[in-house]
């Protein structure tokens, strides 16, 4: 019996090479078909290169294509060297960045330099990746369904950009963080107003509603990169820092949550009647322990190594997540949202 899911892919940065992993596994599992997609920032550049790969060459063709696009953003098929040879551990490499001169200077540019100050020298570094993306392959009507997620500058508000809307434009925007690149700006075609846009994880990382449409299965799998919850209070600047990314990333999710959880509670308990409303059943896959112990530094920095061990880690998620709870799929769901947002 083959199960229909829908992915909500969240942002961050290179450690979207998690989601990599993930998807990979998935992707091997013929009891899965894929529905519906959602992404931000990472998650979205995950999910266009899946689209991409999915319309051309089916659940191959998709893996195939995500490969190739963590391949051309710095991971490499040799870098997960065995222990043995003694490759350092994804989570000592990190510690090691926070303190290395090339992150020490990206970080200082970050904080006292606009990029407009760069005035007609500027580009986008992950533009020359995106337009190899093949857009007739990822506006296509076939394969899964593709939302991507970006945060309206002027008016604060989340925008879904779906089907014909996708582009180059629409993945950079969704990826696109403020003190890093400029806002990435794109006609709408209902006010013929310019708009300019930045990361999506501001407002939905990713947004779950678009996978709440009526064609679309009530199972929503999400791929958690950034940790919910940490134990120990930040200390240095950089993970100051980080910590305010993740709790500000994480509230759009957790509000959609909060809400998915009481619509939950009035189906359930006959306040609504069954089918009035969607009542969708969420899972998550995560590797909090590994997130953790990383540090911003890997999710500005791609290593080779690191986005290397990062794909395994996935794989290994996804593989414990179908272990565990695939008989869930279509029939309840695997994480507690009561527990998760109070």
Known sequence: MIKRINLALQGGGAHGAFTWGVLDRLLEDERLEIA????????????????????EGGRDGARDRLDWLWERIGARRDAALPDWMGLPDAVS??????????????????????PYASGPFYTNPLRPVVEDLDFDRVC???????????????????????GQELSVDVILASACLPTMFRAVEIPDPLTGRTEAYW?????????????FAPQLPEDILIVNINPL???EVPR?????????????????????MRAISFVQRLID???????????????????????????VATKMIPLPAVMAQLKEAGRT?????????????????????QEMYS
């Open 36 to 55: 519906g997609v959602s992404g931000t920032s990472a998650g979205a550049v995950n999910g266009a290169a899946l689209k991409a790969g999915y319309s």
């Open 93 to 114: 490499m990190s510690r090691g960045m926070d303190y290395s001169p090339l992150f020490q200077w990206t970080e200082g540019v970050g904080r006292l330099f606009s």
């Open 140 to 162: 296509d009507a076939s394969g899964p369904a593709l939302h991507i997620c970006a945060t309206n500058v002027r008016s604060g508000k989340v925008r879904v950009f779906a």
């Open 199 to 211: 990361d999506g994880g501001y407002t939905g990382n990713p947004a779950l509603f678009p996978l």
């Open 229 to 231: 919850e940490r134990d």
């Open 236 to 256: 240095t600047p950089q993970d100051i820092r980080n910590r305010i990314n993740e709790i500000s990333f994480n509230s759009s999710l957790l509000r959609e």
């Open 269 to 295: 308990g006959g306040t609504l009647a069954e089918g009035a409303m969607k009542r969708p059943r969420m899972h998550m896959i995560h590797d909090d322990p590994l997130m953790n112990a990383l540090t």
């Open 317 to 337: 998620a996804a593989e414990n997540f179908l272990e565990a709870h695939y008989d869930d799929l279509g029939a309840r769901d695997s994480v507690d949202l």
